[in-house]
């Protein structure tokens, strides 16, 4: 993982060029994201999918892939990005547009090889300081999904648990069997 030893305001680091995978700014530190994996790649399709399917027909939220979000000393990019309906940015016309960078209201993050939960536990904090209300952490290993909410702990799900989005996600019923159920390919 690629870091700068001098710390950068919020500013000094968007001028920075995009790379891949993408960098990321805590605290006015830069670190580089970790490559994407098969397993990985495919939950952040599908889980990104799901989501869609269920929220863009109801016109609650969409879900984008490596959307950057900034606030304070922070540029995160989360694997996962979902945005209430009402604050993704369109023209008069309704097309999605470019627009500064904003914090999810769930940013999903699923764990890499060499990453530990805790890590994305430590950095689930950061998204909770910036607003996001809900954040997920997936854990392609075990098979589980760790939730971090605002004023409490982390919570981890496994199998049959229902994957509480609600707050943004209203009606959604997903399991975490039904999101590792996405990695079958037969």
């Given at each position: 993982m690629a870091t700068m030893e001098r710390?950068?305001?919020l500013e000094e680091f968007l001028g920075?060029?995009?790379e891949s995978p993408a960098l990321e700014l805590?605290?006015?530190m830069v670190s580089q994201k970790v490559a994407p994996q098969w397993v990985h790649g495919l939950l952040q399709i599908r889980g990104g999918t799901l989501i869609n399917?269920?929220?863009l027909p109801r016109k609650l939220a969409v879900a984008f892939s490596e959307i950057r979000e900034a606030f304070g000393r922070d540029s995160l990019v989360p694997d996962i990005?979902?945005?209430r309906w009402e604050r993704i940015p369109r023209t008069a016309t309704g097309r999605l547009t470019n627009?500064?960078?904003?914090?999810?209201?769930?940013a999903i993050e699923i764990i890499s090889p060499g990453q530990t939960v805790a890590e994305m536990v430590e950095k689930g904090r950061r998204y909770l300081i910036h607003g996001v209300e809900i954040v997920v952490i997936v854990n392609p290993g075990p098979e589980t999904v760790t939730l971090l909410r605002a004023g409490g702990g982390p919570t981890t799900l496994r199998g049959?648990?229902?994957?509480?989005l609600e707050a943004v996600l209203p009606g959604l019923?997903?399991?975490v069997r039904a999101l590792f159920d996405t990695l079958q390919l037969d």
């Open positions: 710390r950068l305001t920075l060029p995009e805590i605290d006015g399917e269920y929220a990005g979902v945005y627009a500064p960078p904003i914090p999810p209201d769930i049959e648990d229902r994957i509480g019923e997903l399991t």
